[in-house]
């Protein structure tokens, strides 16, 4: 069974500070694949970075930058600057690898950037 | 690209009535899937569509619940007499075969209340 956990409810930050978003999965896959989603007001969840199992070389993209560790089975998100448009829910989800294509999502967590 | 669609985006009910729920995925899309997602929880899977065919549905989806993709392309989702713990949004997400990462797109979902 996949499980993920994000234990952060909620964050708020001032605009211009970074923001960790932390995640951690529980898997007995040995391939699976990580995500981050994000959940503005509108509703609508839009996809943001994704990571295999196979490969922990941690990246950036533009302001969003990602820690994978294995190890510890966590998945952790950064936006760096925040921005007021940064306000809005955020997801980890799991998928495990092979046919199993559902995805298990965490609660979410909330980040509020004020201007 | 005009990405997922669902229609309608609101739907207010009576306990007791059916609804029926409309996805368009994206285009070139052969996977689709449902999910439910009640209010501070991430997204939970219902069930999931390659092609025309029903692979997987979760034990969320009771006897009430049917979806179906008869020509591979829209789905529905129908609930029969509905329930107050029925309320929730509905999310329809697609992807492509074929990709390792099967990175999900989702549409902007369908909030149901019954009251």
């Known amino acids: 069974a996949q499980k993920v956990t994000q234990a952060q409810t909620e964050i708020s930050v001032v605009e211009k500070e970074d923001v960790t978003l932390d995640c951690v999965y529980e898997?007995?896959?040995?391939?699976?694949?990580l995500f981050w989603y994000k959940q503005p007001p509108s509703g609508e969840l839009v996809f943001l970075i994704r990571r295999n199992s196979f490969d922990e070389q941690n990246e950036i993209s533009g302001r969003y930058s990602w820690n994978f560790q294995k190890s510890t089975s966590s998945f952790n998100f950064t936006i760096t600057a925040s921005q007021v448009v940064d306000s809005a829910v955020y997801f980890c989800a799991l998928r495990a690898g092979g046919d199993d294509y559902k995805l298990s999502f965490g609660a979410g967590t909330t980040v509020t950037v004020r201007a | 690209d005009t990405g997922v669609s669902q229609d309608p985006r609101h739907k207010i009910t009576k306990r007791g009535q059916n609804v029926t729920f409309r996805c368009d995925p994206i285009s070139e899309h052969n996977r689709l899937y449902w999910y439910r997602q009640t209010l501070g929880q991430g997204p939970e899977f219902l069930t999931y569509?390659?092609?025309?065919?029903?692979?997987?549905k979760s034990r969320l989806l009771s006897d009430r619940f049917s979806a179906e993709r008869p020509k591979g392309s829209f789905s529905t989702l129908e609930i029969q007499r509905t329930e107050q713990g029925d309320s929730a949004m509905y999310l329809c997400?697609?992807?492509?075969?074929?990709?390792?990462?099967?990175?999900?797109?989702f549409g902007p979902g369908t909030r149901l209340t019954v009251l």
């Open positions: 997400a697609s992807s492509q075969s074929g990709s390792g990462y099967n990175e999900q797109f």
């Open positions: 898997t007995r896959d040995t391939t699976y694949y």
């Open positions: 569509f390659q092609n025309e065919a029903q692979l997987e």
